[in-house]
T-cell receptor
Framework: AQKVTQAQTEISVVEKEDVTLDCVYE???????LFWYKQPPSGELVFLIR??????QNEISGRYSWNFQKSTSSFNFTITASQVVDSAVYFC????????????FGAGTRLTVKP | EPEVTQTPSHQVTQMGQEVILRCVPI?????FYWYRQILGQKVEFLVS????????KSEIFDDQFSVERPDGSNFTLKIRSTKLEDSAMYFC?????????????FGPGTRLTVL
């Protein structure tokens, strides 16, 4: 069965610090997809990134970067030079190959960036 | 940019009443989903829908839940006889192709409060 673990329930940093949010997953499939979503205080879920299991290249998008390591079943997310607007709950999620097409979310990490 | 919309944003109902939550997925998307998030907890998959039928559902999606695409644009979630524990944020999502191979975009959510 697929499972996503976000061990950090809450992280608090001061603006401009770098912060890494951890995500560890379990799956028996060789084909799967990993996602990060941001849930700001307003409550919506904002898509950040999707990664498939065959692409282990790390990705950088502005201040955001993702480190996918199949060897450790991890898909960690780093925010560089954090800003107050980054304060949100961040969810890591996993979906497996068809026929299963649900997405399993981790418990989320609440990030607070203080000015 | 096209987005998923949901109405109402907040619904308050009495226990035992029926509620219908409405979603308008992104227009060229073919797969539709409902998720729920009990306050402070993780997002949980309820059901996926494709080609006018349920393609997968979770153990949460019992007989009191149903989904429908009554016309070409709306996608609804009906809860027949609400219980206190149904109080949650309900998110609709859609994807162009099967969720595993494509990104699911979420609506802003409907907060359901059952009294």
């Amino acid at each position: 069965a697929q499972k996503v673990t976000q061990a950090q329930t809450e992280i608090s940093v001061v603006e401009k610090e770098d912060v890494t949010l951890d995500c560890v997953y379990e799956t028996r499939d060789t084909t799967y997809y990993l996602f990060w979503y941001k849930q700001p205080p307003s409550g919506e879920l904002v898509f950040l990134i999707r990664r498939n299991s065959f692409d282990e290249q790390n990705e950088i998008s502005g201040r955001y970067s993702w480190n996918f390591q199949k060897s450790t079943s991890s898909f960690n997310f780093t925010i560089t030079a954090s800003q107050v607007v980054d304060s949100a709950v961040y969810f890591c999620a996993l979906s497996e190959a068809p026929p299963n097409n649900d997405m399993r979310f981790g418990a989320g990490t609440r990030l607070t960036v203080k000015p | 940019e096209p987005e998923v919309t949901q109405t109402p944003s907040h619904q308050v109902t009495q226990m035992g009443q029926e509620v219908i939550l409405r979603c308008v997925p992104i227009s060229n998307h073919l797969y539709f989903y409902w998720y729920r998030q009990i306050l402070g907890q993780k997002v949980e998959f309820l059901v996926s829908f494709y080609n006018n039928e349920i393609s997968e559902k979770s153990e949460i999606f019992d007989d009191q839940f149903s989904v429908e695409r009554p016309d070409g644009s709306n996608f609804t979630l009906k809860i027949r006889s609400t219980k206190l524990e149904d109080s949650a944020m309900y998110f609709c999502a859609s994807s162009k192709t099967g969720g595993n191979t494509d990104t699911q975009y979420f609506g802003p959510g409907t907060r359901l409060t059952v009294l």
